[in-house]
Each structure stands twice: as C-alpha cells, then as structure tokens.
C-alpha cells in the first residue's frame, strides 16, 4: 500500500469514527404509559440514505447489535446507518419488552419520532419477526428489506426451533435462580470468547471491525438482568413464531434473501443418521421457503452464499454492501 493509500484509508476511518454516535438511548411512553429505553447506535452522515440493522440470535443464543460490528462501519462511507437493539437486551430493562413482534412497534415509534421518511432494512436471523410484523404498517417508508439467514416460518421448521426452545420453557425457574446466584456469568464469558474465535476465523487477515463497539456488546450479555431477559425471552419466541407465520412482507416491498451453508457445517458433525437427515430437510425446507418469498415478491432475489458460518454480517460484509 502506497503512504498515499494509507494516508486515504486512515482519514476515511477518522472520518467515519468520528461522525458515530454509538449506545443511546431512546425513551418513550408506551400505551400502557410504561417507559420504554430503546438502545441504538449511529454511523455515518444523516444526510445520506438511512439504513436500519435489526439483530437476531447467533448459536450462543445471544441477539443484539454486536453483529453489525464489522458491517456498519463499512456501510458509513455511504449510508446513515442504525443498528437498534431490542429494550430487553443493553439497558438492564426489567419490565417487559421482550419479543421479536412487539419490537416491531418499538421501531415504528422511533421511526416516527425521528421522522425518517425512507430507509431500508438489513435484518438478521430471527428478527424476521420483526419485520413481517413492522413492514406493513410503515411499508411506503421501506426502500428495500434483506434478510440474512431469517427463521424458516413453514410448519415443520417452526417445529424444529419450538423444540429447540423447550428446555428453557420447562426449566425457567431452575434457570432464573442459577443466573441470579450469577452462576451463569463464567459460561457467558466462556461463549463471548468462542464468539471472538469464530469472528477470527471468518474474517482471517481482515480485522477491520470496530473491536471497541464488540467488546461493549458482550459485556452487557454479563449482566444479569440482560441473562434473565434472554432466558425469558427464549420461551416468548417460541410462540411468536406461529404467530409470524401468519404475517406476510408487502409483496410491493423490493426483497433480497441471503442464504448461508451454514447447515453444511453441521451436517457433516451430526452424530446420528437421523441428525443429519433432520438437518438436510431443514436446510432444503429453508431454500424452498426463501426462493417462494422472493418469488412472491415484485422485486425479490434469492442469494444463496457459500458461507458456512451463520454470521453473515461479518462473512458477507461486502456482498451486503454491495446489496445496497
């Protein structure tokens, strides 16, 4: 790299750096006058298109904004860039706001209140939910919705995550008082680590992702009020997925899917003939899904990535970028 390149790449850094605004907090009254502490974070230039960033959950379970690390400093050199997280997961929240759906009118009010008139959303995982549920309330708003990897709303996968969920329904008591003798503190380290050594072995030689905004997310998964909201969550989510089934995105709505192999990965581990049958039936359950919804849609495109890691935002970093 020539000393004029690098000189070019540390002022685009500085510049993007220095026009973040990251972990605020907006506060509103919801409808039965509770206070809502909504955290978000900004990147980049407000007089540029507005892009919206909604989390969903890795393998660890853990679902907010660290996702976008890498992701929303690179879409800041052309994109107002807002990644929020549900009230739940930062701000220690100990009534309510817990859900995918009932997200989606956190994110209308904000919408609102901020008077962001056009924008488009990148959606991860299971923040789908959110989506299907927001979309047509505000859809005039929406320029474009990619979703990366989003929860497969068929009858037999729907199965397969309620399943997943079941222990944490059957064992919340068990596990809410573990977590408030704070025993669950070192497992969560424990997986903020393998987290890291995931990321690492993603993005190989590439480390550009803003370590600082990283390291903040995972710290607040070692709070136990943000432990006890997730597991509370968990059990929420797994009737919330029926409800989404029946939810539909405007089909006027331009729509991309980007579809990881990440399955792959655990096709080849299963212990079990039976394991690795039920993993290759989700994984063509899930492609079916993906190509009907952007077939369904005006403008849809179905992507089908040869990652074979689930964290899309940071495997795929540029092919979102791109996307936009």
Same mark, same amino acid.
């Given at each position: 790299?020539?000393? &004029? ?63 976008? #690390? ?12 807002? #990644? ?31 008077? =962001? ?104 998964? =070692? ?46 581990? &299963? ?7 039920? =993993? ?5 359950? #899930? ?5 009907? =919804? ?31």
């Amino acid at each position: 790299m020539t000393l &004029a390149k690098y000189g070019l790449l540390l002022l685009l850094l500085f510049t993007n750096s220095s026009i973040a605004q990251l972990h605020q907090t907006f506060s509103y009254l919801n409808e039965d006058k509770s206070t809502r502490d909504l955290h978000y974070s900004t990147w980049g230039s407000e007089s540029n298109p507005v892009v919206l960033l909604l989390s969903g959950p890795i393998a660890t379970w853990h679902s907010d904004s660290a996702i976008w #690390a890498k992701l929303a400093p690179m879409l800041a050199e052309k994109f107002y860039v807002i #990644a929020l997280d549900r009230v739940s997961v930062v701000n220690e929240f100990k009534d309510g706001g817990l859900g995918y759906v009932p997200f989606s009118d956190d994110i209308k009010t904000f919408v609102l209140s901020k008077n =962001l008139t056009q924008f488009s959303i990148v959606s991860f995982a299971s923040s789908n939910l959110t989506v299907v549920s927001l979309a047509p309330q505000v859809k005039k708003r929406i320029s474009k919705v990619i979703l990366l990897d989003p929860d497969v709303l068929t009858p037999q996968s729907i199965t397969r995550y309620q399943k997943d969920t079941q222990p944490f329904k059957d064992n919340q008591q068990q596990y809410a008082e573990y977590i408030q003798a704070g025993k669950y503190i070192p497992r969560v380290e424990q997986k903020n680590q393998m987290e890291l050594e995931e990321i690492k072995t993603i993005i190989g030689s590439d480390n550009q992702y803003d370590r600082n905004y990283f390291a903040y997310m995972q710290s607040k998964r =070692l709070l136990v009020q943000n432990q006890l909201n997730l597991f509370k969550e968990i059990p929420i989510y797994a009737q919330e997925l029926s409800l989404a089934e029946n939810l539909k995105l405007p089909t006027d709505i331009p729509l991309i899917i980007v579809d990881s192999q990440f399955e792959s990965q655990e096709i080849e581990q &299963a212990k079990t003939e039976e394991q690795k049958q039920s =993993l290759v039936d989700w994984q063509k359950d #899930a492609k079916a899904y993906y190509q009907r =919804l952007t077939n369904e849609a005006n403008d849809g495109r179905y992507i089908e990535s040869q990652s074979l890691s689930h964290m899309l935002p940071f495997s795929e970093a540029e092919l979102i970028k791109s996307l936009l």
